[in-house]
């Protein structure tokens, strides 16, 4: 059975899909409390690290493409909290009756789609392939949870994706209260570059999920769409998907009504970019509600939100990180800070006589040496050797610098920084691989490391 897997709600989850997804028709559409649990499921799947050589240049398999370290072959069990659940699609009222509904009616939930190994050139507008979304669909009253496996199928449209893919934030789908808004706004990510898509009435109905039944006349099937006619499409679906769009998300989305004959027969879409929208804040992962936070309010979160300290050592440790200079900037900086709490914390958790005060003072000397250029000096040009402070060498375990891929993972898909205030480019989130040779002689020296810090604290014990 595949592994279970808590799903969690964080302001910068995003969500990534293949482009043939976003031109998916759903046979029957997805409702919005359907579409929030799907996409916020999707959030979770990390996105892809690629191999790197010694140069810190993309490797590529014998096919030319990219070799991801990460690769994801088959989807956990997503696991929702009913608490988190009822904040993520709007009931203020949990009902068993109501969530089995929803539960079941996904189950059923399917979408024609066309494979990603197939050339466009291959692929006729008559061919026809479904999918269902969900393999099993769970609602468990006494553990007050639910839990989805996705169908197989549907992996390579959603992860270990290398190209043509589009990638959203997670808050903007979850701020649509329009169940047509999604697929749109997934379409105008996809030709966004291009700045303006001509579509078919019919065809836009099929892609924005506008539901049909199946007619026949002369003994031919013909789809007969729920909002067959056009005024009625563009009041309740078109618009009103729209005005979400340029609202929420970083999109700035126009219409032009092309007439055939007397008659509206296609939509033009002027796609541009918005320099406001207004999100509301997402639930997070204990029920409460998280806004943006900053960098180092990420790293104090990070490394200590199991510790059980109250907000005031959060605030302070944040506090004390912001006089680092350059950290929203350096991404190696930011590491070695990440690696010189966790090992603060390490180090705190083997003591029983030290707490917050301790951590809070040896942070600040932390920050100080960092300033005072104590930490780190240059060899040459192109090598940096690190320094620690005393307390630093007490502990340090191949456990915590094998943190350096799960923290690279994290990056920046859940931290504002600042130079990824704007969607995150490829290189940013890819994660540094240490080279073969050299893995054999970073183990020998972390042992060596952890051998004297053992015989340290056995001299310490033996002078009490």
Do not use: C
């Amino acid at each position: 059975m595949p592994e279970l897997a808590e799903v969690r709600f964080k302001e910068n989850y995003r969500v990534t899909v293949h482009r043939r997804f976003a031109e998916a028709i759903f046979d029957t559409p997805l409702s919005i409390y359907e579409q929030r649990i799907f996409y916020a499921a999707l959030s979770n799947i990390e996105p892809p690290i690629y191999k790197k050589d010694e140069n810190n240049k993309v490797v590529l398999d014998e096919n030319g493409k990219k070799i991801i370290t990460n690769y994801i072959s088959e989807f956990p069990v997503f696991e929702m909290r009913l608490k988190e659940f009822g904040e993520l699609i709007g009931l203020k009222e949990i009902d068993y009756r109501h969530i089995k509904r929803i539960m079941r009616d996904f189950k059923k939930k399917g979408l024609e789609i066309h494979r990603i190994d197939r050339p466009e050139h291959e692929i006729d507008a008559r061919d026809y392939r479904g999918i269902n979304i969900l393999l099993e669909s769970e609602y468990l009253h006494k553990e007050g949870k639910i839990r989805l496996e996705f169908s197989p199928k549907l992996l390579p449209y959603v992860a270990n994706l290398t190209g043509e893919f589009i990638t959203v934030p997670l808050n903007v789908i979850t701020s649509f209260t329009s169940k047509y808004s999604t697929k749109l706004y997934l379409l105008m990510q996809q030709w966004k570059m291009v700045k303006q898509k001509e579509f078919e009435i019919d065809e836009l109905k099929e892609i924005m999920g506008v539901p049909f039944d199946i007619e026949y006349q002369a003994g031919k099937p013909v789809k007969s769409f729920k909002l067959e006619l056009y005024a009625n499409f563009k009041k309740r679906a078109l618009e009103p998907a729209i005005n979400e769009i340029n609202k929420y998300s970083n999109l700035s989305v126009q219409i032009v009504e092309v007439k055939i004959g007397r008659k509206i027969g296609k939509i033009r879409f002027n796609i541009g970019q918005s320099t406001t929208s207004s999100i509301p804040k997402q639930p997070s992962g204990n029920g409460q509600i998280e806004s943006s936070y900053t960098l180092q309010e990420y790293l104090a979160k990070e490394v200590f939100d199991d510790s059980g300290f109250g907000k005031m050592f959060f605030k302070n440790v944040a506090k004390s990180l912001a006089k680092i200079p350059n950290l929203d900037s350096d991404r190696e900086l930011e590491h070695k800070v990440y690696l010189g709490l966790t090992e603060l914390k390490i180090y705190v958790k083997s003591q029983s006589n030290l707490g917050e005060g301790f951590l809070i003072s040896k942070i600040r000397e932390m920050v100080k040496s960092y300033n005072d250029e104590k930490v780190f000096k240059l060899e040459n040009d192109y090598k940096r050797t690190e320094l620690h402070p005393e307390w630093f060498n007490e502990i340090n375990s191949e456990d915590v610098k094998n943190k350096r891929l799960e923290f690279e993972q994290k990056q920046p898909f859940k931290v504002l920084r600042k130079e990824a205030l704007v969607q995150p480019k490829e290189d940013v989130s890819e994660a540094s691989e240490t080279p073969p040779e050299d893995a054999e002689s970073k183990r020998a020296e972390l042992e060596a490391i952890k051998q004297e810090m053992l015989e340290k604290l056995a001299s310490k014990k033996a002078k009490m």
